[in-house]
């Protein structure tokens, strides 16, 4: 596993922190994925927005421009069907508009609720563990090329409390995350020489449409929105990020 790290002490993001780099964020209109596309052209970044939803990305896309934001830019891509030719199409139109990429956020989640295995659909299993593992691996292999061309670049891969998710009722989504850490130590180990920067972030408690599911008797108004976790996402990209190389960054309390 991963060792864990901390945020420094009385950290705060710098404005032009992703000043010139290019970021990609998935799951972009999620609750963290668009605190995340958000916090990048804040600072500085141009950000490339995914998802599978092309009006929820458009909603996102004027959101962003009703705020000041920098305009960012569109790609629709559904993790759930996507083939490694589209995953490969993604990263050829990035060097033909960009040349560039310095950054990757995998905020996109596929998660159905608390179900015991016994009643866990197969397909919803398989979902969990397509949009959460195989989507990310096919998306960063994809980009590799462009992510190792840049002087510094950062992957980010979004995890879930490990000592929670071991519990019953987890299904796919608990087992799919243990298997995306696993695969971001995997992949720190054959990058920790490069340009190239594997992250992981552990997000406390936060209010989203996932945490919502999870805890429906919950009253999601008294967990913050998904700011905090978007501004730790940009510390990561950026160069201040560095010393957290092949960590899980951990924002839980205590």
Known sequence: MLPFSRLPDHW?????????????????????????????ARAGATVVITGKRKRQL?????????????????????MEVATPKDYAALAEGLERDFGRLDGIVHAAVSFGGLTPITMHKPDAWLRAMHVNVNAPFALTQACLPLLTQADDSAVVFVLDDP???QRAHWGGYGASKAALERFAA?????????PLRVHALLPAPMRTALRQL??????????PLPDATAAAAIHLLGAQGAPARGTILDLRAG
């Open 163 to 165: 000592e929670l998710l």
């Open 214 to 223: 999870a805890y429906f008797g919950e009253d999601l108004l008294q967990r």
């Open 12 to 40: 705060q993001p710098a404005s032009d922190a992703l000043a010139g780099r290019v970021v990609l964020v998935t799951g972009a209109y999620g609750g963290l994925g668009g605190a995340v596309s958000r916090a990048a």
């Open 186 to 194: 995997i992949l720190h180990e054959e990058t920790d020489t490069g």
């Open 58 to 78: 458009e909603q996102l896309y004027d959101a962003m421009l009703a705020e000041g934001l920098a305009e960012p830019v569109i790609h629709p891509l559904d």
